[in-house]
């Protein structure tokens, strides 16, 4: 789809994240409990229990709430969109209370609420499952010796709910991807949440192991989930108050005022080793320039020790916006599917990396890429697979750019599409110019009746080698022959498509079960005369994702920029939504 420095560490960082996404990096230690799925059908029916069970006012209460989905109790009291699970709830459990025995809340009662006010640990917000509420409720039922079968109700549909949307929210997500990424569908196990919250967490003898189970499986997952808990720590230890910035860039050796601060906010985030020695004089050197540089890794910058604007810009970012990635990226884990047939190729857009994982679910290689523009060419997120290898590739123009710059192009410079390995086609793709254009040939272009593509060769928008990947978005993964926009830092200069920097590397990857195909073989390939494609027999998957917060398998935490401002819309939906 189009014509169309360096991290010193990137390479082996980061979706490490996304990297574990294998079925063998994703089991948890042996002692924990069964999948969900597993587990919620092969736990045992509801027993009754006369200290649970309801009169006929009571039962009648608990009935019209549900049947209402409107308990005022609730910070959200409407819960329209759970109500049938609610109800199920109730009817497997012979609509009796789940989590009350003899007036008083159970253990597990009590576990669950623990779970929901620790909703932040996960990047949720307690708030959205009553966290901030369930002290009152509990010592209100603690208080009262004879307590009122009305409240032992609300009390009981109050921790239902709450546990309910807890439980799909960790599994889920509090936004569903499809509301920002129509093209991001990928399948997902089915659990019964109704029989999950009854049989797992209301009679469980212990509900941690089940809660587990519906986070993400992925190790990265649990390490994000600690650098969350981390920079929250971090976020109230420093504070607000941000770096002096001088009108000039600090330099190595240079003086500047703010060295005690910049020494103190770099120890906090683990850039300077807490027993490094800081120069007198506010001299800005040795040690404190390469915890800077190690901070540039960190954080998408050029790796030079040079404090300029940007360094400063990232210096001074509050660590509370830095929590809210972390907290986004657990959002945007929770929208993964657990498995994948195979190993996947992962192309991370403010990272502007791809990651890919061989056949023992190790990283195999990981490399720069190019992405679309963040003005009017974004890469979109969406999820396809590969299906092949396709050498010395053609680029059909799309209509967009044909219309938009290509014809503008030419009538600047008539020979434009000679000079560029251009050709003119109709629609049953026979070539009717060379390169020449005539005023026929230009109206055609403009009306979009005729069509422009590129000749294989190396001057080649695509390079020598695109993959096979279908989509409806018309974007692919291929070489370029622009490859001095690698040394770059920020890489976003396509119209959409994805630049790889070793395609030969890629696509010899790609075929690496095809018989006979190795890297020699590949450039060979892409150095012959003729274009062919090579099947593969199993498509691999490729997920083109979004994340601005990367935890290394390390613990060093890496952010990037929010160049399409995804973060920012994500943040704002989260924020506006009703559980």
Known sequence: MEPLRTFAKSATLALVFFLALSETDRVRPTSRAPSVAAAATAASAFAPDANRTLSPNGLAELQSLVSA????????????TCRKTVAEVYAVSDNQLIWIAGSRPTPQALAMIRALESAAREGLDAGDYDGPRWPARVAALDRTQSVAESALV????ALTVSSLRYAADLRFGRMQSWRFHSEFVLERERIG??????????????????????????PPYERTRAALERYEKLAREYGSEPLPVPRKTVEPGGVYAGVPQLARLLRLLGDLPAGATIPPGN????????????????HGLDVDGRIGRQTFEELNTPLSRRVEQLRLALERWRWLPRSFARPPIVVNIPEFRLHAMDGDHRQAFSMKVVVGKAYGHQTPVFSTQIRGVIFRP?????????????????????????????????????????????????QGLASGSLFA???????????????????????????TPATALFSKTRRDFSHGCIRVEDPVALAAWVLRDVPGWNADRVLAAMNGESTFRVPIAKPIPVLIVYSTAVVADNGDVY?????????????????????
Request: aromatic fraction near 10%; proline fraction near 8%; charged fraction near 30%.
């Open 69 to 80: 989905a409107n308990l005022p109790d609730l910070r959200w009291p409407d819960f329209s």
């Open 154 to 157: 609300r009390f009981d549909l």
């Open 193 to 218: 949440l109704a029989r999950f919250v009854l049989d797992r967490l209301s009679r469980a003898p212990a509900i941690e192991p089940a809660l587990h189970e519906l986070e993400p499986l992925f």
């Open 283 to 298: 001299v800005y050197s040795g040690a404190l320039v390469a915890a800077v540089k190690h901070f540039q890794i960190r």
């Open 394 to 442: 053609y680029w059909e123009v799309p209509l967009s750019i044909q219309i938009k710059e290509l014809v503008r192009d030419i009538r600047k410079h008539p020979g434009y599409l000679a000079k560029h390995d251009y050709e003119v086609v109709d629609e049953r793709r026979r070539v009717v110019s060379e390169g020449a254009v005539n005023p026929q040939i230009l």
């Open 453 to 479: 593509r590129q000749r294989p060769g190396p001057k080649n928008s695509l390079g020598l080698m695109k993959l096979d990947m279908p989509n409806s978005y018309d974007v692919y993964m291929h070489g």
């Open 559 to 579: 952010f990037f920029r929010d160049i399409y401002h995804l973060d920012a819309d994500l943040q704002s939906a989260i924020e506006r939504r009703q559980p």
